[in-house]
């Protein structure tokens, strides 16, 4: 399986989109989550309710919208097998591959975009602002 691509927001830190900006020109229109993850789905048990709550405390600041709800419900699911001792080992790889792709692993933590909390983000608060205003670099004056 081949390296996953780098973030918009660390290719902005990096200067790869200053370096080559025709190469991301088309994420400038990726797809945001329109709202939190929200509360676990009505058709849950308790015990699922549990676990997808455990989920939302220990996930970091607003890396789960409502876009990854079913990748959520797909992780309860397996943790509650984990914990029951019925799961298999492909499941236990399932629910490994779930949890890096939420950033819940240490490796994979650095990968994840946080989503802004602004609701409308203006062209300032905007990832792709820096594709457009570039930071200033500070000159440092010669001591001596």
Not at 97 to 122: E, F, H, K, Y
Request: glycine share 6%.
């Amino acid at each position: 399986m081949g390296r996953l691509p780098a973030s918009t927001a660390q290719l902005v830190l990096s200067g790869g989109l200053k370096h080559d900006p025709k190469r991301y020109a088309s994420r400038t229109s990726e797809p945001k989550p329109s709202g939190p993850i929200g509360n676990p789905p009505s058709h849950f048990s308790p015990e699922l309710r549990s676990i997808w709550k455990e989920f939302k405390s220990q996930a970091l600041p607003n890396a789960m919208g409502n876009s990854e709800r079913l990748i959520l419900e797909v992780m309860c699911r397996l943790v509650l097998r984990l914990r029951q001792g019925t799961i298999s080992t492909g499941e236990t790889s399932q629910l490994i591959n779930c949890l890096s792709r939420l950033g819940m692993t240490p490796t994979d933590r650095v990968r994840v975009q946080s989503i802004p909390t602004v609701a409308n983000p203006t062209e300032e608060e905007s990832v792709f602002a820096a594709l457009f205003n570039p930071p200033v670099p500070i000159k440092r004056q010669a001591t001596g």
